[in-house]
């Protein structure tokens, strides 16, 4: 399934969109403008499905919990890394690896691709097109990207520009 992540240029908060290959609105994600880390929540256009997105502060690294019904589906934990993007997520057991400067990554279990990532370039704001290989694990899959786009690229997220 390919989507396409758009973040909100001005906008209070973090927000973004998400789209079909045709630009139909199929997702929204809303950032809490006054809380202590970040806090996101995705829910589709219909207003069925919603995941949590809840940054963990008391941690070396960025660590973020990924939620779904109450409960925690995963955590996302950024490894110490120069010049590329590693991340664990537990306890599915996948990893992320990718290019800072490129934008590009990959997020697999085992040698199994899960969702692929590239940036859009010469677009109005972040833009990214997500391939996601198994259609069930499309909300998961867009937390995790997500939480990427925070940790690498969110200018105001402090302590990720030193983790990188």
């Known amino acids: ?14 927000q973004f969109t998400v789209t079909d290959q045709e630009g ?7 950032g809490k403008v006054f809380s202590f880390g970040d ?3 995705i829910s589709e256009i219909n207003g069925t499905g919603q995941i949590h997105i809840k940054q963990k502060l008391a941690s070396w690294m960025p660590r973020y ?6 409960e925690v589906l995963c955590e996302v934990v ?3 890394t120069f010049f ?10 996948w990893t992320i690896e990718g290019n800072v400067f490129n934008h590009q990554y990959v ?10 990532v ?3 370039w010469l677009t109005w704001g972040d833009t990214y097109h997500v391939t996601i290989n198994e259609e069930r694990l499309v909300m998961p899959c867009l937390a995790i990207m997500i939480v990427l786009d925070m940790v690498l690229h969110n200018k105001k997220n402090n302590h990720s520009a030193a983790a990188n």
Request: charged share 30%.
């Open 107 to 116: 997020l697999k279990e085992g040698q199994n691709e899960i969702m692929t």
């Open 1 to 14: 399934m390919d989507l396409y992540i758009k973040q909100r240029v001005f906008s209070f908060g973090d």
């Open 24 to 30: 139909k609105k199929l997702y929204e994600v809303q």
């Open 39 to 41: 806090q996101l929540m």
């Open 84 to 93: 590329k993007a590693s991340f664990d997520i537990t306890p599915f057991n």
């Open 65 to 70: 919990s990924i939620e779904m019904d109450g």
């Open 78 to 80: 950024k490894k110490f």
């Open 118 to 120: 590239q940036k859009e």
